[in-house]
C-alpha cells in the first residue's frame, strides 16, 4: 500500500518538500538492515551501486557516513545527519542532484506484525524556474524507492502464521 500527502514532521527546510509512504508486511528488524546500511540499497532499489565513501559513527553506517548511490554512473553522493537503527535515517544531498539544502528522512514505525515507512523530504531547486518540475518529479522517484524497498522486504519476511 502506498500514500502520498502533505509533509508531515520535523524535516522539512527548504520551500519545496515531499512526503511519500508505504507498507510492508515484514517487521522493522528486516526492513531497517536495507534502508539503514548503504550497502544493500542495490539489492532492492533500480540503483546498481551503493557504497560508503566515508565512515560514520558510532557505526560505518552511522551519523557522518558520506554515501554514494548511482545507477549506470550517475547518482548523488549523500551524508547521513541521523541514524537510530530500526526506526529512523536522516541525510542530506552532497553533490550530483539539482537542488540545495536537501535534507530526507526516512522513518520505519511499526504497524502489526508489519513496518510503516514514511519518506518526507525538503530542498530548494538549484536552478531557478526548476522547482514546479522537480516537486513532479521528487515524490515519484522517491516513491519508487519506498515501493521497491517494501516489495523487497515483503519477500523476506517469514510467512504469516495461518
Known sequence: MTDAGP?????????????????TSAPVEVVWPLVGRARHWSEWSFLTRSVLERDGSPDPDGVGAVRRFTRYGVGSREEVVAWEPNHRLAYRILSGFPVRDYLAEVTLTSEGTGTRVEWVGSFEPKWPGTGPV?????????????????????????????
Open 134 to 162: 522537480l516537486d513532479r518529479v521528487l515524490p515519484v522517484m522517491m516513491q519508487r524507492f519506498a515501493d521497491a524497498l517494501v516489495a523487497h522486504a515483503d519477500g523476506l519476511a517469514p510467512p504469516a502464521a495461518s
Open 7 to 23: 509533509p508531515a514532521g520535523p524535516v522539512p527546510v527548504g520551500g519545496h518538500s515531499y512526503r511519500v509512504g508505504a507498507v
